[in-house]
């Protein structure tokens, strides 16, 4: 059974730079029939996408984050990673990863997740 | 970008009702539309992808339907369980949420 577990430091102070790190277990990050991704939940809030990426390093990012976001994959650690830079209180958010199945060329569907990593930005 | 707009934000409704959510996006989406379900402190979990296409062990009352810019998920008759929030979310270009629906228990 495949599992997601995020990691990182739960407390960014701002315009610092968070970074997670999403650990997959029970199955290969170098799967070629999955994308990984990076979503975000504010307190009481809604899901926003950050980002999506390939173990071969083909990356998508939210066109409204993309000047500050870098993911990255280490295919030997079965890790993928998350870098946002000059973080503000706007950025205080439950972080979730996941992956994304790809059917007939096409990236589908979040169809596993992680268990989301409390993140605050806050001096 | 493509925006998704989920109603009602919130239903009020019993165990046993059928209860249907729409989501609508902004621009045409062909069929590249999920749903999940999402409970308090909990990940979201699939529900349908491709508009229609039930996810692998989610039960049979939950449904989806819809193309173009017009979807809805139904389920059919409402359990304990299924109080929760529902998010659709459409990959037609990149990947954009609606804002939930929230379905209490009337």
């Known amino acids: 059974q495949l599992h997601l577990q995020e990691s990182g430091p739960g407390l960014v102070k701002p315009s610092e730079t968070l970074s997670l790190t999403c650990t997959v277990s029970?199955?290969?990050?170098?799967?070629?029939?999955?994308?990984w991704g990076w979503i975000r939940q504010p307190p009481g809030k809604g899901l926003e996408w950050i980002g999506s990426i390939y173990y071969g390093g083909n990356t998508y990012y939210n066109p409204s984050l993309e000047s500050r976001v870098t993911m990255s994959v280490d295919t030997s650690k079965n890790q993928f990673s998350l870098r946002l830079s000059s973080v503000t209180a706007a950025d205080t958010a439950v972080y979730y990863c996941g992956r994304q199945f790809l059917l007939r060329g096409k990236i589908d569907a979040f169809d596993i997740w992680g268990q989301g990593t409390m993140v605050t930005v806050s001096s | 970008d493509i925006q998704m707009t989920q109603s009602p934000s919130t239903l009020s409704a019993s165990v046993g009702d059928r209860v249907t959510i729409t989501c609508r996006a902004s621009q045409s989406i062909s069929s590249w539309l999920a749903w999940y379900q999402q409970k308090p402190g909990k990940a979201p979990k699939l529900l349908i992808y491709?508009?229609?296409t039930l996810q692998s062990g989610v039960p049979s009352r939950f449904s989806g339907s819809g193309s173009g810019t017009e979807f809805t998920l139904t389920v059919s008759s409402l359990q304990p369980d299924d109080f929760a929030t529902y998010y659709c979310q459409q990959y037609n270009s990149y990947w954009t949420f609606g804002q939930g629906t929230k379905v209490e228990i009337k």
């Open positions: 029970g199955g290969s990050i170098s799967s070629t029939n999955h994308y």
């Open positions: 491709k508009a229609s």
